[in-house]
């Protein structure tokens, strides 16, 4: 089981990025995946999820609007990211859920994360 994210990097205030997250070695349509990010000293916290098999999504407050999750209807989870801000900062990881849940508690598999820093 294997979880490989990537795409961050430098971006200014209100600029876009897109994360990518493979998936590979699981049924990848019979899970959720869920995207979280951590910002240094603070915990982590979750940021959006996609249900398995098409069955929905699910976002976090503070970015609901702004970040898109989607899928290729392969194994592939993205996060699209616009309008970015500098409290948008953080190492983003990708992770497999075991339940519906929004806790890191409840995912299982975690990809290596990956960089987003939004600055000028």
């Known amino acids: 089981v294997q979880l490989q994210a990537s795409g961050g990097g430098l971006v200014q205030p209100g600029g876009s990025l897109r994360l990518s997250c493979v998936a590979s070695g699981f049924a990848f349509d019979s899970y959720d995946i869920g995207w979280f990010r951590q910002a240094p000293g603070k915990d982590r916290e979750f940021v959006a999820l996609?249900?398995?098999?098409?069955?929905?999504t699910g976002y976090a407050d503070s970015v609901k609007g702004r970040f898109t999750i989607s899928t290729n209807n392969g194994n592939t989870v993205y996060l699209q990211m616009n309008s970015l801000k500098p409290e948008d900062t953080a190492v983003y990881y990708c992770a497999r859920a075991t339940s519906y849940s929004t806790f890191s508690s409840d995912y299982d598999r975690w990809g290596q994360g990956t960089l987003v820093t939004v600055s000028s």
């Open positions: 996609s249900r398995w098999n098409g069955r929905g």
